[in-house]
């Protein structure tokens, strides 16, 4: 089984940063795919970026040009770097990895206000 552990959330002013980390443990397997999903009350998960085994990233149309996901030094680790943050990037942030099967973490809370 798979656990993966989302740390960095918080609460940040607008047009500050944040620095998410996520870490899986439980295999001895690479994942072909990790990303970074988030949700509000109310609305269903969406995706904010991913990053593939060759490092092929995705972004939604609302993190291109202030969010970067990378690989982290450790194995099945990813980070999400969230820059130029906006009240409305406000959610939990979940973590995915993916590998034949989806795994999630349990979310940290983004928080953007003044």
């Known amino acids: 089984q798979v656990h993966l552990v989302e740390s960095g959330g918080g609460l940040v002013q607008p047009g500050g940063s944040l620095r998410l980390s996520c870490a899986a443990s439980g295999t001895i397997f690479s994942f072909d795919s990790m990303g970074w999903y988030r949700q509000t009350p109310g609305k269903e998960r969406e995706l904010v970026a991913t990053i593939t085994s060759s490092d092929t990233t995705n972004y939604a149309d609302s993190a291109k040009g202030r969010f970067t996901i990378s690989r982290g030094n450790a194995k099945n680790t990813v980070n999400l770097q969230m820059n130029s943050l906006k009240p409305e990037d406000t959610a939990v942030y979940f973590c995915?990895?993916?590998?034949?099967?989806?795994?999630w973490g349990q979310g940290t809370q983004v928080t953007v206000s003044s």
């Open positions: 995915k990895w993916t590998r034949l099967s989806d795994y």
